[in-house]
């Protein structure tokens, strides 16, 4: 059900190295770092793992605006789409549209909505179209 989690952190470098050492022991460690010339905006994101597929995230700056975010699986692009169509007819805001973000992987298509809460929630497919 889940497919991966982040948070917020206050001081990017610090909280990345934390998590870096703290993480090693149960074998996992930094698998991706998105960079803000990768998304074009301020933010760093790291990604912790095992081998290439992060499942724990922490952002900085401005990127999570204070709020979780949790993503889903999604075995379809189909069902990230009535995800995305569920979400905003429940009342949830548009975060990003269902499509594809190659900064994560070749086959990364998801989507991303705001709770009524104010957490950024996604759902995601990582198979081809």
Known sequence: M??????PVSDYARSKAF?????APLGYGLVL??????????????GFGLRSRPQFWISSGDALRGRMHICF???TRAQV?????????????DNGAPGLRPHYHENYYGAFIIDPD????????HTPA
Request: aromatic residues 6%; charged residues 10%; glycine residues 10%.
């Open 2 to 7: 889940i497919d991966h989690i982040g948070f």
């Open 19 to 23: 998590y870096n050492h703290v993480l």
């Open 33 to 46: 770092e998105v960079t803000p010339e990768m998304t074009g905006s301020q933010d760093s994101h790291a």
């Open 73 to 75: 699986q999604a075995n």
């Open 81 to 93: 789409n009535a995800f995305h169509v569920a979400a905003l007819a429940a009342g949830g805001s």
């Open 118 to 125: 104010g957490h950024n929630i996604e759902a995601v497919c």
